[in-house]
T-cell receptor, first 112, second 116 residues
Framework: TQLLEQSPQFLSIQEGENLTVYCNSS?????LQWYRQEPGEGPVLLVTVVTGGEVKKLKRLTFQFGDARKDSSLHITAAQPGDTGLYLCAGVLEGSARQLTFGSGTQLTVLP | DTGVSQNPRHKITKRGQNVTFRCDPISEHNRLYWYRQTLGQGPEFLTYFQNEAQLEKSRLLSDRFSAERPKGSFSTLEIQRTEQGDSAMYLC??????????????FGQGTRLTVV
């Protein structure tokens, strides 16, 4: 059983559409990060959220940390083909030794 | 180049052979992590170091796997007597230990291992 459940697992949309990716858990996280990974490369950090209810924006990407710090979402506005990739959420469990636990990822494909 | 560096990028080896991977973290980072990732999955934690001390090892890290960080800088991950099930991307990440709640890890490009 995954500690962090991501949904959907796969998403294929047309350029210009909006989308939301979810990352859910029954555990509390002291921080949560979102990464984007391209084939054959390592994950690239997009954002870190640490406060319950926190919202961060990165151009067309909006990240939200749930009030209870158990879930997060990533919303992309007007998706572009360059947004294609594997989106991973990863969290540090409250009270843990601070190793990152990853979700299984959402594979996003944006068609031109 | 100030990012995390991993070598080699690709390794093909015969079953039963030993392999060693190297990771050079971001220079001021005191934490170093190893993860393994198979196709279509998120990275799975293997082990991490705080400076030269190996503080945690996953149950995924069998006796055939050993990791070192002798001087608290670069790290090596060795797999002995490789098996086909070891084929995966091996990722290294580093971070600067901060106050509670904010641990940003930066990843290298990974080493793709194929055991034939």
């Amino acid at each position: 059983t995954q500690l962090l459940e991501q949904s959907p697992q796969f998403l294929s949309i047309q350029e210009g559409e909006n989308l939301t990716v979810y990352c859910n858990s029954s555990s509390v996280f002291s921080s949560l990060q979102w990464y984007r990974q391209e084939p054959g490369e390592g994950p690239v950090l997009l954002v870190t959220v640490v406060t319950g209810g926190e919202v961060k924006k990165l151009k067309r990407l909006t990240f939200q940390f749930g009030d209870a710090r158990k879930d997060s979402s990533l919303h992309i506005t007007a998706a572009q083909p360059g947004d294609t990739g594997l989106y991973l959420c990863a969290g540090v469990l409250e009270g843990s030794a601070r190793q990152l636990t990853f979700g299984s990822g959402t594979q996003l494909t944006v068609l031109p | 180049d100030t990012g995390v560096s991993q070598n080699p990028r690709h390794k093909i080896t015969k079953r039963g052979q030993n392999v060693t991977f190297r990771c050079d973290p971001i220079s001021e980072h005191n934490r170093l992590y190893w993860y393994r990732q198979t196709l279509g999955q998120g990275p799975e934690f293997l082990t991490y170091f705080q400076n030269e001390a190996q503080l945690e090892k996953s149950r995924l890290l069998s006796d055939r796997f050993s990791a070192e960080r002798p001087k608290g800088s670069f790290s090596t991950l060795e797999i002995q007597r490789t098996e086909q099930g070891d084929s995966a991307m091996y990722l290294c990440a580093s971070s600067l230990d901060r106050t509670r709640g904010n641990t940003e890890a930066f990843f290298g490009q990974g080493t793709r291992l194929t055991v034939v």
